[in-house]
């Protein structure tokens, strides 16, 4: 007898999706040889393993219906604090990513969008700063022309710079702060 007949939308225990995975992934064994192994159907094993590679699901219990919202933990916000200050523009999936391959949380779109509201890490446009601006160059210039007389300095504007260069729009950053991101510009004449 088949420890398990998946219908459609019927519950695959937990146990069997971690067997299957381990089975797949640590033993290397083919889809139909863990049907075969744990006498399920091949469909079911398929299945499983479409779930895991395609879409990381990871294998947890489901939450009991009428509990209460599940926020992530402060170690796991201080790390998506972090992971938002040095990328500002990741996007909720590509967060959702990052949770899995350094931690091996798993979580849904909603919750890291209700821990990031709670965080007050807000949606807003995301400013571009040049990565080619040097601070240290600014200085030199700046003490190297202050000498100079107001009436020698001539400006010229020969140069333009290319807005399109592929970065996001958006980023996130805490509120009353500017989300900004380093991007080359690409200088072209005119």
């Known amino acids: 007898m088949s420890i398990l007949r998946r219908r459609s939308g019927e519950y695959i225990p937990v146990q069997v999706r971690?067997?299957?995975l381990y089975q797949s992934e640590v033993l290397?064994?083919?889809?139909?040889?863990?049907?075969?192994?744990?006498?399920?159907?091949?469909?079911?094993?398929?299945?499983?393993?479409?779930?895991?590679?395609?879409l990381l699901e990871l294998v947890h219990e489901p939450r009991h219906e009428g509990s209460s919202r599940a926020l992530l933990d402060t170690e796991t916000r201080k790390f998506i604090k972090d992971c938002l200050e040095s990328c500002p523009d990741l996007l909720?999936?590509?967060?959702k990513d990052e949770l899995w391959?350094?931690?091996?949380?798993?979580?849904?779109?909603?919750?890291?969008?209700?821990?990031?509201?709670?965080?007050?890490m807000p949606l807003k446009s995301l400013s571009k700063r040049a990565c080619e601006a040097s601070v240290e160059k600014r200085v030199q210039?700046?003490?190297?022309?202050?000498?100079?007389?107001?009436e020698r300095l001539v400006f010229v504007d020969e140069s333009a710079v290319n807005g399109l260069t592929g970065i996001r729009t958006r980023g996130r950053a805490p509120k009353g702060k500017r989300a900004y991101k380093t991007a080359p510009f690409t200088r072209q004449e005119r």
């Open 18 to 20: 971690r067997i299957v």
């Open 28 to 54: 290397r064994c083919s889809s139909a040889q863990i049907a075969v192994h744990l006498d399920l159907p091949l469909r079911t094993v398929q299945y499983i393993l479409h779930r895991w590679n395609i």
């Open 92 to 95: 909720l999936d590509e967060l």
């Open 101 to 120: 391959f350094k931690h091996r949380i798993s979580v849904h779109l909603s919750t890291l969008s209700r821990t990031l509201q709670d965080m007050d």
């Open 141 to 150: 210039f700046i003490s190297q022309i202050c000498m100079e007389p107001p």
